[in-house]
């Protein structure tokens, strides 16, 4: 009864939007070995307002046992409508830092984002929504076991190493995750804005590129 009662509390709440207090699920918390697991787990996922404005949750994709993994912050709108990964602009210009600047297929890594429903608007993720969230995002790289994450600006590096320092002060410099290699970079959305960004990132891509010993030719 009291299950039913706050799963009805819930589902009204939900349509209040982000002004009123609401009694959430729990997030989630379970690692898994399997990403078919973790996206089983996800199902329908309500546990949080976005569940009501997204058209379409957006996983990940890539390759299951990938060496090098991508998280970004949040669906935009190309990928709501079509429920894929960076498909949008900055997702093309991530395929190309992936494919013309390393040398791999995007078919090679894997890429998910903190978020897995888009905020209205583009907004930044709110730190509700990313505590709901960020439980999948951490059993996909359980899953994966990546030997390096390129963690994609200031939303992705922060909530996943729990650091709060600016992004300008974190790209370029290896951190660590449960013992995988973290590079932070500036995210493709803000590259395509400040477009003189473009050289930081590709320092940072090499960086990446020399530690799992991908040859480049420059
Ligand atoms: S953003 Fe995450 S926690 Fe919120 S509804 Fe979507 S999948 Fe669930």
């Given at each position: 009864m009291k299950d039913l009662l706050l799963q009805v509390i819930r589902e009204e709440a939900s349509w209040a939007g982000r002004y009123l207090i609401l009694p959430h699920g729990e997030p989630f918390r379970e690692e898994s070995n399997d990403l078919d697991g973790v996206l089983g787990a996800m199902g329908d996922c309500k546990l949080c307002p976005l569940c009501r404005t997204r058209k379409n949750l957006v996983f990940g994709e890539g390759n299951a046992r990938a060496s090098l993994m991508f998280i970004g912050e949040a669906p935009g709108a190309s990928e709501d409508e079509t429920g894929?990964?960076?498909?949008?602009?900055?997702?093309?210009?991530?395929?190309?830092?992936?494919?013309?600047?390393?040398?791999?297929?995007?078919?090679?890594?894997?890429?998910?984002?903190i978020l897995k429903c888009r905020p209205p608007g583009n907004r930044d993720p709110l730190p509700e929504e990313v505590e709901h969230c960020i439980g999948f995002l951490e059993s996909q790289i359980a899953a994966v076991q990546p030997r390096v994450i390129v963690t994609l600006g200031r939303t992705a590096t922060q909530n996943l190493l729990d650091i709060k320092t600016p992004i300008s002060k974190l790209r370029g410099i290896f951190r660590e995750y449960k013992g995988i290699a973290v590079m932070p970079t500036y995210h493709p959305s803000y590259l395509l804005q400040n477009p003189s960004k473009k050289r930081d990132v590709w320092n940072d891509i090499k960086k990446v590129m020399d530690f799992l010993q991908i040859p480049r030719s420059e």
């Open positions: 894929r990964v960076f498909v949008g602009p900055a997702g093309k210009l991530l395929t190309s830092i992936i494919e013309n600047g390393m040398g791999l297929k995007r078919s090679e890594v894997y890429i998910a984002n």
